[in-house]
């Protein structure tokens, strides 16, 4: 009866076959599936999707993840260094608790900030004020990678868009196959309808209607909430009667 | 048993009609419209069969199902028997007795038909596999020598499946490769519950299954694995990947909210059940207007739909006239019972939104026919000045889809066409490689699930001409 939700692809072993994601509750689905153990068997699992990174040696270039987007700016930072670029890793979150994958990123790039909006970890304020100093220091920058939260994504390329650096950004669309069949995920890129799930996910991010995407986002709000306090409703209930917690 | 009838009273008789839920109550439910014949009027309208020596009606099916030789065993009441003739050519049954247009195929050129009273050829099918099912009879496997090939088939559609029971009976290994969680594709994502149970296409693919196929699900050919990969693996391969990428009309505000394309509005839907949210964790946006764009079956199953998850008024929006319809007659015929409102000549040209991105109309123009264009059908020409606005507060594009690129990029030379479609020898559906063949919609575009189904037969035939011909002669594989 579940839903099917999109999740980048934080890390891999293909030695193991394994694959590392990372997600954040943030309704039902989420929810629930923190709740598997280790053992537990997904219904489902569908990949990889999506087109590759661009991946080649620019030269100087930074890479920025909000949140969850941590976890999925780490493939890209590791490819690039790996391809012999100088990459700067700025991370940030609105507290400590929430810095995930802090020594990866480190391993994966050449220098790492980090950033707290609260100041409990790490310099205090956003992932930009950063960016923006580098930027204004360092003339040799090529290119930026960004991912987090839409409204992150935007103000970053916000924050690039006086500079010479092109700014690519990972969208995530509201997604149902995540292969092109429902258009679903689409965006307008420069004037032009793309799907993410199999245009992107990443574009030049000063191509992106971001009052049109983030409209799209927010299309399911009430569903999504009503889904959710169902869920609680529910596990409450079930939980009282089973004596767990 | 019942008794075989003389000829003249067999030409006399009525067709007789399908027993049908009431519109008043359907469209409140996604439960099927039409119920089905009860085992006396499938005998009573099998009686009607002259039983032609020289049957127009099977060169008529795509499937090539005997169709005097079903009804007959009909009429001597062995429904098993006949469900095992159909079985010969047709593992589809149930499905293809439901949505085929049989009143283009089998039924058009019945030789009753010129009385207007053509045998209800799709009706007795869908009798008798519905009673198989119900009764526990199955298909026998067939006996045949196993062989060492592998066949791989990409996709699990009705062209897919089709030939991977084809192929399966004759002794191949077949696996499908299916991008989705659950195989079918169009019969389960696309067509809605009230015109093709789920249940049941659920039934026939594990009947197919039992052949010995395998089906893989959450492969995405192309991404997981590409075709190139695949022919190292397999010794054939048939490309049945469909058309399954929506179209959209390129007009302004049509990336708003509530603006569906129709494959997103049905998968919700069908595939992942959203009109029993939140039983069912999908969500699914409704409006009290909807207006649905195109005049197709897929069309008309997006207006029904919308009614059924209580839009208030569904239109359909078209921008030929009610001639150029391409839906299938009953489709239509139901769509008008159940209250949808027909907006003929009317070209969208433009969604009006609110800030917040929602629909709140669609801006149109009038339009008149002119000369037949390429497809035959008489050209619609807007009428300048004519503008107007339809107030509606949600939209589906239903005006087609076309190929979705992913698998023919991980397939080096296998060519295709402008539209991206596959490149195939008509008769023996080989695509430009040899060893891989294509069929279905990823060949002649948005079709319908019979031709699918033939396609699936010819292209198994040429597989197994394929695979048994003499090693030396084959190039790549």
Not at chain 1, 166 to 174: A, G, H, K, P
Request: with cysteine.
């Amino acid at each position: 009866k579940g839903e099917r939700i999109p999740l980048t692809v934080a890390d891999f072993d293909r030695e193991k076959g394994l694959i590392r994601i990372v997600f954040q509750i943030v309704g039902k689905t989420s929810e629930e599936l923190s709740t598997l153990e280790e053992g537990d068997e997904l219904y489902s699992f569908i990949g990889p999707l999506g087109k590759k990174t661009e991946i080649e040696n620019y030269g100087k270039v930074i890479t920025v993840g909000g949140g969850t987007g941590i976890a999925c700016i780490h493939p890209i930072t590791r490819a690039l260094k790996e391809a012999g670029n100088e990459v700067i890793s700025i991370i940030g979150a609105r507290n400590k608790e929430l810095i995930i994958m802090e020594e990866e990123i480190k391993k994966a790039s050449s220098k790492l900030i980090v950033t707290t909006d609260d100041g409990s970890y790490g310099r205090k304020g956003f992932v930009t004020q950063v960016l923006k100093e580098l930027l204004d220091k360092d003339k040799s920058i090529k290119k930026a990678w960004t991912i987090g939260p839409a409204i992150m994504m935007k103000v970053t390329c916000e924050t690039t868009k006086p500079y010479p650096v092109e700014t690519i950004v990972s969208l995530n669309s509201i997604m149902v196959d995540g292969t092109g069949m429902c258009g679903s995920c689409r965006v307008t890129i420069g004037g032009e309808t793309k799907f993410v799930c199999t245009d992107g996910p990443e574009f030049d991010g000063q191509l992106v209607d971001w009052v049109e995407f983030m409209n799209r986002l927010s299309r399911y709000k009430d569903s999504e909430k009503k889904s959710w306090d169902l869920y609680h409703e529910h596990t409450h209930l079930c939980s009282c009667g089973r004596g767990i917690n | 048993m019942a008794e075989m009838i003389p000829p003249k009273e067999r030409v006399k008789r009525e067709q007789i009609p399908m027993p049908e839920q009431e519109p008043k109550e359907r469209i409140y439910n996604f439960k099927e419209v039409p119920l089905g014949y009860t085992r006396e009027q499938a005998i009573y309208e099998a009686q009607r069969c002259l039983q032609c020596k020289n049957p127009k009606c099977v060169p008529g099916c795509p499937a090539e199902i005997n169709i005097p030789q079903f009804i007959k065993k009909i009429v001597e009441e062995d429904f098993a028997g006949a469900y095992l003739e159909i079985l010969k050519t047709d593992d589809l049954p149930a499905m293809t007795g439901r949505v085929c247009p049989q009143e283009e195929q089998c039924q058009q050129v019945c030789i009753l038909e010129k009385q207007g009273k053509p045998i209800a050829i799709g009706r007795l099918e869908r009798f008798v596999a519905d009673w198989a099912r119900e009764n526990n009879i199955h298909g026998k496997l067939p006996k045949v020598s196993k062989k060492e090939q592998k066949v791989a088939i990409i996709g699990s559609g009705p062209a897919g499946l089709t030939c991977a029971a084809d192929l399966a009976k004759l002794g191949y290994e077949v696996t499908i490769f299916e991008a989705l969680h659950q195989p079918g594709g169009v019969l389960v994502y696309g067509i809605p519950e009230f015109r093709l149970p789920k249940s049941i296409v659920k039934y026939e693919i594990k009947e197919i299954e039992k052949l010995g196929v395998e089906v893989v699900t959450n492969f995405v050919v192309g991404t997981t694995k590409s075709v190139d990969k695949l022919t190292q693996e397999f010794d054939a391969i048939f490309l049945a990947n469909g058309a399954g990428a929506p179209r959209f009309m390129n007009i302004p505000g049509e990336n708003l909210n509530d603006v569906y394309s129709a494959n997103e509005f049905l998968t919700r839907s069908n595939l992942m059940k959203a009109y029993a949210f939140p039983e069912y964790d999908t969500p699914i946006k409704i409006g009290k207007r909807a207006a649905t764009i195109g005049a197709g079956n897929v069309a008309m199953d997006s207006a029904r739909t919308a009614l059924r998850l209580g839009a208030e008024k569904s239109y359909i929006v078209y921008r030929r006239s009610r001639k150029e319809v391409p839906a299938r007659a009953e489709e239509v015929h139901h769509a008008e019972e159940e209250g949808i409102i027909f907006n003929f000549l009317t070209l969208p040209i433009k969604v009006l939104g609110d800030d917040k991105g929602n629909v709140i109309g669609m801006e149109c123009l009038k339009m008149e026919l002119g000369e037949p264009d390429d497809s035959g059908r008489r050209r619609p020409i807007p009428i300048p000045g004519s503008n107007f606005v339809i107030e509606v507060d949600m939209v589906i594009d239903a005006i087609g889809t076309s190929a979705n690129p992913i698998v023919a990029r991980s397939a080096t030379g296998v060519e295709i066409n402008q539209w991206g479609y596959f490149i195939i020898d008509d008769n023996t559906k080989v695509t430009t490689k040899e060893g891989i063949f294509a069929g279905g919609d990823i060949v002649r575009g948005s079709a319908t699930v019979i031709s699918a189904v033939g396609d699936g037969k010819v292209a198994a035939r040429a597989i197994k001409e394929f695979l048994s011909s003499d090693k030396s002669l084959r190039k790549r594989f």
